[in-house]
């Protein structure tokens, strides 16, 4: 794993940097600050989230939803502006030794100590911070229309892309404020000083094209959580991911970003380093259910839009468009396009009814699902597959368990064969620890199909030496139910996603700590049936013993009643 991610890492660490904005000569009234992305160093050119703007735009943040803008001048904000930027030492910099009275981004709230020189920890010094100017704020339309047809019809009631807590306070005008600057990104010059200007060098950024990358490729992010506190401890933190899900330029990873992140970049571990995307948004809640997912901007169209902007703004627009990353392709002539794994759809969406979830192919005529998903015996149900060969397929639940079985799972049998979809074949062994994917219909539904995550198997819960629960840190959640759980680097089929865990206390929602039903306690049954249309075996799922019924009741029963302390 160290060797597929080493040179993605040292590109996106070279590159990241973090981004201050301040009005001069007003202290009290703060700084804001996210991360940023370096696409040049000589001459220096940032791109970096937009939002730490808005409180700084003479219009104010309406000017960011006005009909037909796509991108804003540099003059759009006050002159009172002042930019900062900051980076870790580059591997060509000579210049490591910290200057008496140059200002720092970190302060003494880090460590309770006097402001001093940075050094990262068990490394060189960071560099000072270079002065920049914005030369102009730009969206992606595109990026803007899709998250509108996603979120625009529930924003206000479900959805919040705020980088606080639900319960965090926070001002209606504060909210909508970034809710507008969400899809809006900074292209900002920084002007280097004449001494660094010549050992400012840093690798050649490449650029991943629209829609190469499939459902399930790694992904790496890198951003400075908290944006400019701290940077001697969080310039340039790494998460690990995969894309789980696109539509258009708008993206979803399962790595886990926070607050300050916005406008970091995304890599791809192949080809090495390449910039995928920007964070838009490292946190969102649905209906108070922390989603732990990161929402992303293609950088491509987003550097497609810069180009275009600066042809209209900047006379010398050819020699900074010239400075801007290429897409992989030229000079590269790289492969980047990958159907992805196979086994990713072999998943498909139940619908009974007002009711939907995910389910997964286990024969060319035979789907199983989730029993809260379709919970009736005879019921119609239509399933639709991920792939483009056939739209839709009929069919009926011929099992599925009862209530009071430990076990949540019913069965349907279709219509008509699945056409293209693969068959995943079922594991026979669990290995703790090992890399596992689920893939299911969570947090965007029906909108754009499956999501991936990926994690690990925490957990294997046995009865008498047999598994019977499966535990993974793999997102999910609700759509997902249902949904298959994939070994990543085998993709056999481990078993059936249940549920996530919510504390009943607090009513808070765990989407990385769920429970999935073994393939092995299924397979048996569903392979008798197969073969036989007898459901004897599934029937035994509703007469479980009561160890397995304790386990999935998530509580241990007292061994005797507790002795009074009075």
Same mark, same amino acid.
């Given at each position: ?5 080493? #040179? ?48 700084? =735009?003479? $219009? ?9 803008? @796509? ?60 002065? @920049? ?28 892309? @705020? ?78 991911? %995969? ?35 920007? &964070? ?19 950088? @491509? ?22 400075? =801007? ?9 790289? #492969?980047?396009?990958? #159907? ?27 789907? %199983? ?11 119609? %149900? ?20 009862? *209530?009071? !079985?430990?076990?949540?799972? $019913? ?22 620890? *090992? ?22 198997? !925490?957990? &294997? ?21 249902? +949904? ?12 059936? &996603? ?8 607090? +009513? ?31 029937? *035994? ?26």
């Amino acid at each position: 794993m160290g060797r597929q991610w080493g #040179p993605a890492m040292r590109v996106a660490e070279q590159t990241g940097c973090v981004v201050s904005a301040s009005r001069v000569g007003q202290p009290e009234a703060g700084s804001w600050s996210c991360s940023g992305v370096i696409l040049s160093r000589s001459p220096g050119l940032v791109l970096c989230h937009g939002g730490i703007l808005t409180p700084f =735009l003479r $219009a104010g943040s309406g000017a960011l939803t006005a009909a037909g803008a @796509a991108f804003l001048p540099g003059d759009s904000c006050v002159e009172e502006l002042r930019l900062h930027v900051q980076w870790g030492p580059t591997a060509a910099s000579s210049t490591c030794r910290p200057e008496r009275g140059r200002p720092w981004l970190c302060t003494p709230q880090c460590a309770g100590l006097e402001p001093g020189p940075l050094a990262r920890p068990g490394g060189p010094p960071l560099q000072l911070l270079h002065p @920049a100017e914005l030369l102009l704020l730009l969206s992606c339309p595109a990026f803007q229309a899709h998250f509108a047809h996603l979120f625009g019809s529930e924003s206000a009631e479900q959805w919040r892309f @705020a980088s606080t807590a639900p319960d965090a306070e926070m001002s209606e005008e504060e909210e909508e404020d970034q809710l507008r600057a969400l899809g809006w990104f900074a292209l900002l010059r920084v002007r280097p000083r004449p001494e660094e200007e010549a050992n400012e060098r840093g690798p050649r950024v490449a650029v991943a094209p629209l829609g190469t990358l499939p459902k399930g490729a790694p992904l790496l992010a890198c951003g400075s959580p908290f944006g400019a506190f701290c940077p001697d401890i969080f310039l340039n933190t790494f998460s690990r991911g %995969v894309l789980s899900n696109a539509t258009g330029p708008l993206l979803l990873t399962d790595a886990r970003c926070l607050p300050g992140s916005e406008g970091g970049g995304v890599f791809a571990a192949r080809p090495p380093g390449v910039l995928v995307a920007l &964070v838009a948004a490292p946190l969102c809640w649905k209906s108070r259910e922390w989603v732990g997912l990161t929402l992303l901007c293609a950088a @491509a169209p987003l550097l497609r839009a810069a180009r275009a902007a600066l042809g209209r703004l900047h006379p010398c627009a050819a020699s900074l468009a010239a400075l =801007l990353p290429p897409e992989v392709g030229a000079p590269w002539v790289l #492969p980047l396009r990958d #159907p992805g794994p196979p086994w990713a759809a072999a998943a498909v969406l139940v619908e009974c009814g007002t009711v939907w979830g995910s389910g997964v192919v286990v024969a060319p005529r035979l789907v %199983v699902t989730c029993r809260h998903v379709a919970p009736r015996e005879a019921s119609r %149900v239509l399933v639709r597959p991920t792939t483009s060969k056939s739209a839709k397929i009929w069919g009926h639940v011929v099992f599925a368990t009862r *209530e009071t !079985s430990p076990y949540d799972i $019913a069965v349907v049998s279709l219509e008509e064969d699945l056409e293209g979809v693969p068959i995943p074949v079922p594991t026979e062994h669990f290995h703790k620890g *090992e890399a596992v994917s689920v893939v299911g219909f969570g947090v965007f539904g029906q909108a754009c199909g499956p999501s991936v995550t990926s994690g690990i198997l !925490s957990a &294997v819960v046995q009865v008498d030496e047999t598994p019977v629960m499966l535990q993974t840190t793999c997102a999910v959640h609700g759509g997902s139910s249902g +949904g298959p759980l994939f070994s990543t680097y085998s993709g056999d089929l481990l078993g059936i &996603v249940a549920s996530n865990t919510r504390d009943n206390n607090t +009513g808070a929602t765990y989407p990385h700590l769920n429970f999935s039903i073994p393939i092995t306690v299924l397979q048996p049954a569903l392979q008798e049936y197969s073969q036989t249309g007898h459901l004897s075996g599934l029937r *035994e799922l509703d007469h479980a013993t009561e160890p397995v019924r304790v386990v999935w009741r998530l509580q241990r029963p007292l061994a005797e009643a507790p002795r009074s302390k009075l």
